[in-house]
């Protein structure tokens, strides 16, 4: 039995799994390549820190999977956004705190959720029907 349209999407296991799995080894590679690939030279919160982006990934893949065609255009968007935006965020502030580089976290968060809402509109905007297609409009 497939989900109606209209039902919210479930994240399951092994995508989750794999989204955790990839952005915290991602974030974990690069912590590593920043300190000269010794695993000693990682601080012990750095290991949290990459736990988190594991979830955050997990988060991202859960908010994406809520967009549906029965939403609200802007709820779509926001949607999208923050479900591109918010892993890539994760892994690059991760890195610029264990370098030192971080100075400015209310800028950067303003600044990727600019970005995120950018690609969530630029994604709903190229995922529209052509005229003529046979797809219905979703909006």
Do not use: C
């Not at 988060?59 to 968007?77: E, F, I, K, M």
């Not at 690059?92 to 264990?98: F, K, N, S, T």
């Amino acid at each position: 039995m497939t989900p109606s349209p209209a039902a919210p999407a479930r994240v399951r296991p092994l995508p989750a799994l794999a989204a955790f799995s990839l952005f915290a080894l991602l974030s974990l590679l690069f912590g590593l390549s920043q300190v000269g690939w010794h695993l000693s030279k990682l601080p012990g919160w750095f290991f949290l820190a990459a736990l988190v982006v594991g979830a955050v990934g997990v988060l991202g893949a859960w908010l994406t999977g809520q967009d549906h065609p029965g939403r609200p255009v802007w709820q779509r968007a926001v949607l999208r956004g923050l479900g591109w935006a918010m892993p890539v965020a994760g892994l690059i502030a991760a890195g610029e705190v264990l370098d030192g580089s971080w100075k400015h976290p209310v800028s950067f968060a303003l600044v990727w959720s600019v970005m995120g809402l950018g690609y969530g509109w630029t994604s709903l905007a190229l995922d529209r029907p052509a005229a003529g297609s046979g797809r219905p409009e979703t909006r």
